[in-house]
């Protein structure tokens, strides 16, 4: 029933950029804390940014300055602006929803940073 839907990644070169969105339904949407995760081949899922309900935001060190994320209450939408991409940065990334007791999923997109 509650549904997140990732789009936007794909192929992009080093000192590139990229815009990840994650389009959110049937969730309160606002009172969401919001988080873009990934998980690159052979390694654990690690939390990349994530956005309160308020507004407040926080990143993995490896991102700081290089990416952004907001949200849009009024889209239902949640977005992970990349910057000055690294090759490192290449994995899938998902969109998380997370309320207390309960947190869903999306299914993912691929970013790969590769010349």
């Known amino acids: 029933q509650v549904q997140l839907v990732e789009s936007g990644g794909g192929l992009v070169q080093p000192g590139g950029s990229l815009r990840l969105s994650c389009a959110a339904s049937r969730i309160i949407f606002n009172i969401y804390t919001m988080g873009w995760y990934r998980q690159a081949p052979s390694k654990q899922r690690e939390l990349v940014a994530r956005?309160?309900?308020?507004?407040?935001?926080n990143y993995a060190d490896s991102v700081q300055g290089r990416f952004t994320i907001s949200r849009d209450n009024a889209k239902n939408t949640v977005y992970l602006q990349m910057n000055s991409l690294k090759p490192e940065d290449t994995a899938v990334y998902y969109c998380?929803?997370?309320?207390?007791?309960?947190?869903?999923w999306g299914q993912g997109t691929q970013v790969t940073v590769s010349s």
């Open positions: 998380k929803a997370e309320f207390p007791s309960v947190g869903y």
């Open positions: 956005i309160t309900s308020g507004g407040t935001t």
